[in-house]
């Protein structure tokens, strides 16, 4: 079964801290997403990409397809980053559903 | 902003009764999914919809579930008879294209609670 992974599971971290998330995937992927969900629940998305890195802000998302592997980091973390960061995939072949990994709970303290 | 609007924000409902969960996608989206996320879990696929019929579904979509787009702007899911099981939080996503690169946009979710 083509399975996500991501760790760790919960980070804390002291304001200002430079944060990265890892996200594996099992097989080869058409696209790779990064999203974020609120305390309230509410998904919002970060950043799609399928090689190379992007950046947004304090945001920055790369992606090693030989490895497959992403990471998401964040510079200057701020208490309001607080949330799940998640990790989904399309696989491709004709399938856009996303398949989405477990989440890391970020906790940043002022 | 154009955004995915969700109603109701919250639904209790008894087992075995039938729930329509709403969504009104982006005005010019033409794909449509469900996902949901039972308490704890990940988000998991349930359904994509283009054209007026399914594009995907998972194993999780059995014949309780059915879903629609009654007119041109409400997408819904349907669980015919509830289980316990089905208490979870509902996302309806639409996105413009089903391509390489699919941004999905997803609405604040609906909680279901079957007593």
């Known amino acids: 079964k083509n399975e996500v992974e991501q760790s760790p599971q919960n980070l804390t971290a002291q304001e200002g801290e430079f944060i990265t998330i890892n996200c594996s995937y099992s097989?080869?992927?058409?696209?790779l997403h990064w999203l974020q969900q609120h305390p309230g629940g509410g998904i919002v998305s970060l950043f799609m990409?399928?090689?190379?890195?992007k950046k947004h802000g304090r945001l920055i998302a790369t992606i090693n397809i030989q490895e497959k592997h992403s990471s998401l980091h964040i510079t200057a973390s701020h208490p309001r980053d607080s949330a799940v960061y998640i990790c989904a995939v399309t696989w491709g072949a004709g399938s856009y559903q996303l398949t989405f990994g477990k989440g890391t709970k970020l906790s940043v303290i002022p | 902003e154009p955004e995915v609007t969700q109603t109701p924000s919250h639904q209790v409902t008894q087992m075995g009764q039938e729930v329509i969960l709403r969504c009104v996608p982006i005005s010019n989206h033409l794909y449509f999914y469900w996902y949901r996320q039972i308490l704890g879990q990940k988000v998991e696929f349930l359904v994509s919809?283009?054209?007026?019929?399914?594009?995907?579904k998972s194993e999780i979509f059995d014949d309780q579930f059915s879903v629609e787009r009654p007119d041109g702007s409400n997408f819904t899911l349907k669980i015919r008879s509830t289980k316990l099981e089905d208490s979870a939080m509902y996302f309806c996503?639409?996105?413009?294209?089903?391509?390489?690169?699919?941004?999905?946009?997803f609405g604040p979710g609906t909680r279901l609670t079957v007593l």
């Open positions: 990409l399928s090689s190379g890195k």
């Open positions: 996503a639409s996105s413009d294209r089903e391509t390489l690169y699919n941004e999905q946009f």
């Open positions: 097989v080869g992927i058409s696209a």
């Open positions: 919809f283009y054209n007026n019929e399914i594009s995907e």
